[in-house]
């Protein structure tokens, strides 16, 4: 059984997470969506919620599980039995970054290996990040997430 941990912050879940947990379900077995609670970075979304956005996003993908963890994904993927860390990559900005993590994480566990898989074209341009700034300044973000996630800053949970 070939288990896959894609952890990230998801604040919030955007269409390019909902691409790469889609494809990477045809790939694996099981998929672990493992929300990141970092308690020294602050959140624009509370966990809780990403949480749920994310349940709500993934309903339909029967091998897909969503779990919170806060500390080393090495550790918590040795603690769920899973050799592969899933990373979308959208850029060499990306590639930058995930290089140096997968090299850390490598060093830290070599029975574990990352993963990444291309983001689709039209979502190479979708970020976490913008889609904060364009609900910071009053925009519409339904082009970018999914529809639960667009319900939730129109309406509340
Ligand atoms: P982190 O806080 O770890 O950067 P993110 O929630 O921003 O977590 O992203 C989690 C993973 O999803 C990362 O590997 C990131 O590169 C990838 N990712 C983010 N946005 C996209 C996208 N639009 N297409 C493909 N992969 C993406």
């Known amino acids: 059984m070939k288990t896959a941990i894609y952890a990230g912050s998801f604040d919030p879940l955007t269409n390019g997470h909902l691409d790469i947990i889609k494809r990477a379900s045809k790939i694996f077995d099981k998929v672990i969506i493992v929300v990141s609670y970092n308690c020294n970075k602050q959140s624009f979304v509370p966990s809780e919620d990403r949480i749920n956005l994310i349940k709500e996003s993934v309903k339909d993908i029967k091998n897909a599980e969503i779990d919170a963890f806060d500390g080393l994904t090495v550790d918590y993927a040795k603690k769920r039995g899973a050799e592969v860390l899933l990373r979308g990559l959208r850029s060499s900005v990306d590639f930058d970054y995930e290089k140096e993590m997968a090299q850390i994480n490598f060093t830290l566990n070599k029975g574990i290996?990352?993963?990444?898989?291309?983001?689709?074209?039209?979502?190479?341009?979708?970020?976490?990040?913008?889609?904060?700034?364009?609900?910071?300044?009053?925009?519409?973000i339904s082009k970018f997430v999914p529809e639960a996630v667009n319900l939730y800053f129109k309406h509340g949970i």
């Open 113 to 140: 290996e990352t993963v990444f898989l291309i983001s689709a074209p039209e979502y190479s341009f979708v970020s976490s990040s913008a889609v904060r700034e364009i609900l910071k300044n009053g925009g519409d």
